[in-house]
């Protein structure tokens, strides 16, 4: 695939003249331009729903969810996964991501890192990609080398293997188990594909993170009862949510928050049933830490 090919690449004549708008007139043509993007992501709905199931189901088991990219496509798959563990209190290894060139490439780019098929193979083999985890491979052109190499070896580790593009019929979406193409079309400025690709695979990586740990109990209805309440605004969300769950007062919320390592679940546990904290943690664990199951309402809303 050529990359004048790509339709990602394309030079549309609607934007031909944008060096002589004035800022309000540039403002609202990318303003229209972005609101194309949702319309793109649903189109591909039914490859995104059935890439997250899967996904979802080998996490449940145990697997990790690995984002894979180079250049801005690498930086929102480390976007993505950072936000994971303070939002659902995950272990940093469970969702994270590889990046074309290391860490540094994350502040610095290092674009020459996304040629090297080698060093795609052995970021792979490096965290011991296997069967039961999922890689999911970004890339706005779909024929980036570095990320192409690295889904043919996870997929030869036996990883659930995702391609997440924004071109049709590319080499990353026959490289992986599961392709997505979202066709955002030309961008403003040719090329650039860290605007509307990049807004596309963001709100498909929100997608991918949040849906897979709400079916993994990490919600309880819309409320982020696994979060880390590591500063003053958490903790305030916190006992929000332990008063919304139990009807008790932030008094009362505070209080079994505190007594339960300002862990949400347990605390609403705890408060419902009357239980010391190991008694609560106890409960939940049963429950494999989904409180809505915890709380006996699971079995209820299945009657």
Partial sequence: MKLSELTTEAADPRFAGIDTMSVAELAATMNAADASVPGAVARALPRITAAIEAAAERVARGGRLVYVGAGTPGRLGVLDASECPPTFSTPPEQVFAIIAGGQSAIVAPCEGAEDDEEAGTAAVDEAAIGP???????????????????????????????????????????????????????????????????????????????????????????????????????????????????????????????????????????????????????????????????????DRERA
């Fill in 132 to 298: 039961l985890d999922t890689v999911v491979g970004i890339a706005s052109s779909g024929r980036t080398p570095y990320v192409l190499a690295a889904v043919r070896r996870a997929r030869e580790r036996g990883a659930l293997t995702v391609g997440l593009s924004c071109n049709p019929g590319t080499p990353l979406s026959a490289a992986a188990e599961h392709a997505i193409e979202v066709l955002v079309g030309p961008e403003v400025i040719s090329g650039s594909t860290r605007l509307k690709a990049g807004t596309a695979q963001k709100l498909v990586l929100n997608m991918f993170s949040t849906i897979v740990m709400v079916r993994l109990g990490k919600t309880y209805g819309n409320l982020m009862v696994d979060v880390k309440a590591s500063n003053g605004k958490l903790r305030e969300r916190a006992v929000r949510m332990v008063t919304t769950i139990t009807g008790a007062g932030r008094e009362e919320a505070l209080a079994s928050l505190e007594a339960n390592g300002f862990g949400v679940k347990q605390a609403v546990v705890a408060l419902r049933f009357g239980l010391a904290p190991r008694e609560a943690a106890a409960r939940l664990a049963l429950a494999g830490g989904r409180l809505r199951e915890a709380l006996g309402e699971a």
